[in-house]
């Protein structure tokens, strides 16, 4: 058996495998996939876009291991089936260059050859639509093998699955190349709420460009990241390896080590928004609501270090959790966030940055004190007063009153510990009035 599966990952296709509604496909073989025709290339358009409402985003699309149909809403185009089962089990790899080059010969000869804004060049590796299931148990190379100077937004798409999709991977997910500062890196999610997705193999990323990496990811609600595996993300621009709306489950009971190679990127599209880079395991950000929210827990290893030079800027930051609150109307839930296992956030360049375990609102400018409440925390004791890296904030109301502190390689003698120590605003913040509030057991 062992030996047809060999056979079977040697021979190479550079043809897709696409099912339809409902269908089944595993791959067992090598797929390498570069040439944008035929069914490994289809278009689609879409307007989901939080801040600009109306806008449409025009896509066209390479594939590996796909379910699609006919979109009878855009004549022509293709959209993502529902029902499919797909499943890796030899290699996939899948490349940008032609796509994009496909692309910039259209652009040329259209009748606005240099706007990129509402455009997007994507590979998929794995693709589904509604209700799916998709495993890789194999191997998928994503190679950000464009033009570095590419101005379109190019989406690396590993494993990519819509509402009610359970996504999992046992293998290996690389994501390889020198990439570009318009490439946005997708490891396993999607857009949608209740998506179930899980690492217990290897992902990892080592690219010199990109703009914005998301390892296992959603932007909807009332799902499940969870990482039992290994992650390992080296380079720049904005990272968040566990990134979520509120009301999504994230635990990270394996290994996550993050290099952020940091550079300030110069936003280029008018619907996402400008930031300094950001480095963070876990990411949460949310528009005000009343919806209930879910504990987002650290059980493995998290390694961070913020590589920083003169392309940073003062304002790069790392983090282990971080928090983010978009707009100011509506009720703000509760955040908790609990540490069982060990973070450790480093960092090096020509100026002090803002590092710390948790970050609040760090990139978030005015008083919108989000609520956090931290459960069990373990850490290595130091003089949290004057090291700033414990719980870090802009405006934010920390509750700590049921707080289980345990501190590693604390002295014999133990260490006096005051609650409001563990909790710095930063000094900009503090001077313009934002809210910093503290909630202890005496309280």
Request: charged share 20%; glycine share 8%; net charge negative.
């Given at each position: 058996m062992k030996n047809s599966l060999d056979n079977n990952r040697n021979q190479v296709s550079g043809q897709a495998i696409v099912v339809g509604r409902g269908g089944y496909a595993v791959n067992y073989g090598h797929l390498d996939i570069s040439k944008p025709e035929g069914i490994n290339y289809f278009e689609y358009q879409h307007g989901n876009i939080p801040n600009q409402p109306g806008v449409k985003v025009k896509n066209i699309a390479l594939c590996a291991l796909a379910a699609l149909e006919d979109n009878l809403e855009q004549p022509g185009a293709k959209r993502l089936a529902s029902g499919a089962t797909l499943i890796n089990r030899g290699v996939i790899d899948i490349h940008f260059k032609e796509i994009y080059d496909l692309y910039m010969e259209r652009k040329a000869k259209?009748?606005?050859?240099?706007?990129?804004?509402?455009?997007?060049?994507?590979?998929?590796?794995?693709?589904?639509?509604?209700?799916?299931?998709?495993?890789?148990?194999?191997t998928i190379n994503v190679h950000m093998d464009q033009d570095i100077e590419a101005e379109v937004s190019l989406y690396g798409c590993a494993i990519w699955g819509n509402a009610h999709s359970l996504m999992i991977n046992r293998g290996d997910i690389n994501f390889v190349g020198d990439g570009s500062w318009q490439s946005y890196i997708r490891g396993v999610g999607s857009m949608d709420s209740q998506l179930q997705i899980i690492n217990e193999g290897r992902i990892t990323v080592d690219l010199k460009r990109a703009y914005q990496t998301r390892i296992l990811h959603t932007a909807g609600q009332y799902g499940s990241?969870?990482?039992?595996?290994?992650i390992c993300v080296r380079t720049g621009g904005r990272i968040m390896v566990l990134g979520c709306l509120a009301g999504t489950r994230m635990t990270n009971n394996g290994t996550i080590d993050i290099t952020s190679l940091a550079t300030f990127l110069e936003n280029k599209v008018s619907y996402h928004y400008q930031f300094d880079p950001l480095a963070t395991a876990f990411y949460e950000h949310f528009l005000p609501n009343?919806?209930?929210?879910?504990?987002?827990?650290?059980?493995?290893?998290?390694?961070?270090h913020l590589l920083g030079t003169e392309a940073s800027g003062a304002n790069a930051v790392a983090f282990g959790f971080y928090c983010h609150q978009v707009g100011t109307k509506g009720e703000t839930p509760v955040h908790t966030m609990v540490n069982e296992g060990t973070i450790e956030v480093t960092q090096e360049g020509p100026v002090r940055y803002h590092t710390a375990e948790v970050g609040v609102n760090m990139q978030s400018v005015g008083d919108f004190p989000v609520r956090i409440k931290i459960g069990h925390w373990q850490t290595k004791a130091r003089d949290f007063d004057k090291t700033h890296d414990l719980f870090i904030c802009r405006?934010?109301?920390?509750?700590l009153s049921e707080m289980s502190l345990e501190l590693i390689d604390a002295p014999a003698g133990g260490i006096d510990i005051r609650p409001l120590d563990l909790v710095y605003q930063i000094e900009a913040s503090r001077?313009?009035?934002e809210t910093c509030e503290v909630k202890t057991a005496n309280d």
């Open positions: 259209s009748d606005d050859p240099h706007n990129y804004n509402n455009d997007t060049v994507r590979c998929y590796a794995m693709a589904a639509g509604t209700d799916s299931l998709l495993i890789n148990e194999g990241l969870t990482n039992n595996g290994s009343d919806l209930p929210t879910c504990p987002a827990v650290n059980r493995g290893t998290i390694r961070v405006s934010a109301q920390f509750d001077e313009a009035g």
